[in-house]
């Protein structure tokens, strides 16, 4: 852990921190000292807070919410200023992706693949927004996909979802043109978690390592460029996707 991070006793919201890649980033921030706020769906989104608690440097609070609902989102960020105050950080991981053709594909499917890919993030960074100007400052990342501009059978709601993140991103970037807080998208690729398994077949798997000659990142290796959008470095960086590796 760097104890004299710049980003040492910020805050950071953690959207989809029981995930596998929102627990590596809630962990890595953490061990640079900021305070995180987890928020998850699953119940025991407290018990991952309690995990990642491990250090004195930092505070780690867990909060259990559906963020594609409009009020609890509000809960969410109102919790958050009581305990931490403004967040310096909003990062969306959540995510998920219905592996079915167009024809398979249910209204709900696809309903239920926007809300939580696409409206939540929506709602947070609205929120997140009205804080961050208040305190003056502050970083916004949604996790990309490189799906969403080399799209693959078999994934239309998900490619939907994680374009609309793309395009939301570059949007709100120019309405904050001027102020010191930034919205990103950072795509890692293809990264190990039960949901890129869940979605993907051995094969699959194996023919994207063809193509692209690289092999499924771990997600603790998202944390680097990650902290690079979150530091001083990137203040004049926003409305980009930062691609981890070439989408193809």
């Known amino acids: 852990m760097t104890e004299s991070h710049e980003l040492r006793g910020k805050g950071a919201i953690v959207v989809g921190g029981a995930g596998a890649i929102g627990r590596a980033i809630a962990a890595g921030l953490v061990d640079i000292g900021m305070n995180v706020v987890v928020v998850d769906v699953v119940d025991t989104i407290e018990m991952v807070a309690q995990a990642l608690g491990r250090g004195p440097l930092a505070e780690v609070i867990g909060i259990q919410a559906d963020v594609s609902d409009e009020q609890e989102v509000d809960r969410v ?48 960074t609205r929120s997140a927004v009205r804080m961050m100007r208040d305190g003056g400052e502050g970083r916004i990342i949604g996790i990309g996909s490189g799906l969403a501009v080399a799209p693959r059978p078999r994934s239309s709601a998900y490619v939907a979802s994680k374009a609309g993140l793309m395009a939301f991103v570059r949007a709100v970037a120019i309405e904050l043109g001027g102020e010191n807080v930034t919205i990103n998208c950072l795509s890692p690729g293809l990264t190990e978690s039960p949901m890129m398994r869940g979605a993907n077949s051995d094969e699959d798997v194996a023919a994207s390592v063809a193509r692209t000659g690289r092999l499924p990142a771990q997600p603790s290796e998202i944390l680097s460029p990650l902290l690079y959008l979150l530091g001083s470095d990137a203040q004049l960086v926003s409305g980009t996707t930062l691609w981890m590796r070439p989408p193809r």
Not at 84 to 105: E, F, M, Q, S, T
């Open 77 to 124: 960020f109102n919790e958050t200023y009581r305990t931490i105050g403004n967040p310096y950080a909003l990062i969306h991981a959540a995510g998920v992706y219905p592996r079915k053709a167009l024809l398979d594909l249910e209204a709900r499917d696809w309903d239920a693949t926007q809300a939580v890919n696409l409206r939540s993030f929506f709602l947070c």
